[in-house]
């Protein structure tokens, strides 16, 4: 009785889109309409059913239509695709060649049977396989199944064990109103957030993509740059109270197009329409998601499209990086919560907006570290595997607690609740370099780049990393890769500077330097470099350079930041002990927030003098 009515319901939905083959809109939402269920419950239907998605369903039946059209000979190829509703012939062609196994010119050239799959073996090779041979025959096929199976193994071992990679380019706001363009980043992010928790796919962050947002480049170059497999990209339009949005999944490096979908769906479902779009991503790489994938995919986090929208406003003046842009998002944050005070996420983002504020000096981290704490916290009594506000907790506890205990449990839970989340992985590395775990630091960075590949954030932890442990070379290579990305010709010139004093190449780096000051202050100054250096040697040279960086020359908001921490450097590697100390202990006073004193190469000499030891004990880093 169930399988007859599970068939009806198949025989059903093939009826229906039999009778709309020429509409070459119709897809899975026109067919969830008809059939009167969800776009999600079809879904799981017509896949518990024929481990089918919905639209490759959908795909079949318009092909085997066309089998039957061409049979009849009565049309052409061309006019065969109109009529199952095909846009283009050429796509259509291919499709059935990926389908049937051969093109559809050849269908009206060869003899079938009922089974279009297999054709009739006509002529000399039916003679061929007459009973006498046989026996020959199965002989050499037992022979080659083996010899197959002997080759094959190490291939599906290699397959079995190779990562699948996707990058999701930002979805093109195709609204009228430019505002709206946080919605259709938002949607893009969240996809790709669904996606972080399948752990054979492996995802190339959002900022890293991001940077293709109004390029050129064809698919297979960013694909070659991302070191991706796959390309998604899509675009968002909300009319009234209906969002459309419409998917393209790519394989980018052989250049063809896999799947492609357009969703038209009510406002209110788009959260569980984009847990739909990645299980059908899913679908079409053929990854079978576990149950715990599943289940977290398909989590909803508030009922209220207006809450969500809001959250979405938030997360995209966050990205902004700007005073500005935090205290709105504070406020789109606040405000969802005043909808949905159960909307852990909203939670999430005041959290990761009072800590990144403070992070920046935008707040004071006094007053707002307890309150990203307090909506961490707030975030997990809703709901307590939340990967985003562990991680956030496990920052706090890094760059503002000093708790490495903390640290560790809380950025490790992150990970392990979305071993696909970037975030998690450099901050994780970033504590383990801070406690002295070289090597596993270099380890969980190198997986936070395969993440995010053109983020210069990562790119910037890397080129500081070897710095401090003295691998030159491999530092400047990375200071190159920074500027490839962003141009930024002062930055450039500073970190090759940084890099030539650390190896005391001191020719060098003065030579960047004075380039520099011609820069950002003036060829007077530039010149006054020269003749210091040239007169008076390394040490006078590095008291001007620390003279000019204490005034406060425009350097980027970055090296500010560690003013008096790169001052300690210069006279470390001076031999000036008690005045490097001296601007240590101002760095720290300063809450300037750059705890490695440990690691840092540059005060190898100091390692032993009581007041370092002092220092560390106060950032809880001492192993006295």
């Not at 059903?12 to 026109?30: H, M, P, Y």
């Not at 318009?62 to 283009?88: Q, T």
Request: hydrophobic share 35%.
């Amino acid at each position: 009785m169930k399988q007859s009515y599970n068939q009806a319901f198949l025989d059903k939905l093939r009826e229906i889109t039999e009778a709309n083959l020429k509409d070459d809109q119709f897809g899975v939402s026109e067919l969830a309409e008809k059939v009167g269920i969800s776009r999600s419950t079809l879904y799981l239907r017509v896949n518990s059913l024929t481990n089918k998605s919905v639209s490759h369903f959908i795909c079949e039946t318009r092909l085997k239509a066309a089998f039957e059209l061409l049979r009849e000979g009565s049309l052409n190829i061309s006019e065969v695709a109109f009529k199952v509703g095909f846009g283009s012939p050429t796509y259509f062609s291919k499709c059935f060649h990926d389908f049937y196994g051969f093109p559809p010119g050849e269908v009206g050239k060869r003899n079938f049977n009922s089974n279009p799959h297999h054709g009739l073996l006509t002529g000399r090779m039916s003679a061929f396989f007459s009973k006498h041979h046989l026996f020959l025959v199965a002989s050499i096929l037992v022979v080659m199944i083996i010899i197959a199976t002997i080759i094959a193994r190490p291939l599906i071992s290699i397959h079995q064990e190779s990562n699948k990679s996707i990058a999701v380019l930002p979805f093109k706001n195709l609204n009228q109103d430019t505002e709206l363009q946080y919605f259709s980043e938002g949607v893009t992010e969240n996809i790709l957030n669904s996606l972080s928790y399948i752990k054979k796919l492996k995802i190339i962050s959002g900022t890293s993509s991001g940077a293709y947002r109004e390029t050129n480049k064809s698919l297979r170059q960013i694909a070659k740059e991302l070191n991706a497999s796959y390309i998604l990209e899509g675009s968002v339009q909300v009319q009234n109270n209906y969002i459309k949005v419409i998917v393209q999944l790519n394989d980018a490096k052989k250049d063809r197009l896999i799947w492609s979908e357009i969703f038209n769906q009510e406002l209110k479902d788009i959260l569980s329409l984009q847990s739909e779009i990645a299980k059908q991503i899913a679908q079409e790489l053929e990854i079978v998601l576990s149950p715990e994938e599943q289940k977290k995919i398909e989590k909803v986090y508030t009922e209220s499209a207006e809450a969500y929208n809001l959250y979405l406003e938030g997360r995209f003046n966050y990205h902004l990086r700007t005073k500005e842009g935090f205290e709105n998002s504070i406020r789109y944050y606040q405000n969802a919560l005043k909808i949905d005070s159960n909307f852990c996420l909203a939670y999430a983002g005041l959290a990761d907006s009072y800590l990144t504020g403070s992070w920046y000096d935008i707040f004071p981290p006094e007053k707002c570290i307890p309150k990203s704490r307090e909506s961490a916290y707030k975030a997990l009594s809703i709901q307590k595997k939340l990967p985003e506000a562990h991680a956030t907790l496990g920052a706090i506890a890094t760059y503002f607690d000093h708790n490495w205990q903390e640290a560790e449990y809380e950025l490790r839970l992150a990970l392990k609740l979305n071993p696909g989340y970037p975030r998690a992985y450099k901050l994780y590395s970033e504590y383990l370099e801070i406690i002295g775990q070289e090597e596993q630091a270099r380890y969980y960075l190198n997986k936070a780049h395969e993440f995010n590949p053109t983020y210069v954030n990562i790119i910037w932890l890397s080129y500081l990393f070897y710095l401090r442990h003295g691998q030159y070379k491999e530092a400047l290579h990375e200071s190159n890769k920074i500027y490839n990305l962003n141009n930024f010709e002062e930055q450039y010139l500073w970190r090759n500077f940084f890099v030539h004093i650390h190896q005391d190449n001191m020719d060098q780096a003065i030579a960047e330097y004075q380039k520099l000051l011609s820069l950002i202050a003036s060829e007077k100054e530039a010149q006054r470099l020269i003749q210091i250096y040239s007169i008076s040697g390394k040490k006078a040279a590095l008291a001007f350079i620390a003279k000019q960086e204490e005034k406060d020359i425009p350097l980027n908001y970055n090296y500010k930041r560690y003013k008096y921490y790169h001052i300690a450097i210069y006279h470390a590697l001076s031999d000036e002990k008690e005045a490097a100390l001296d601007y240590l202990e101002k760095a720290y006073q300063n809450g300037e927030k750059n705890i490695r004193m440990k690691t840092e190469m540059a005060f190898s000499k100091l390692k032993n003098e009581p007041r370092f030891i002092e220092l560390l004990k106060k950032m809880k880093q001492s192993d006295q």
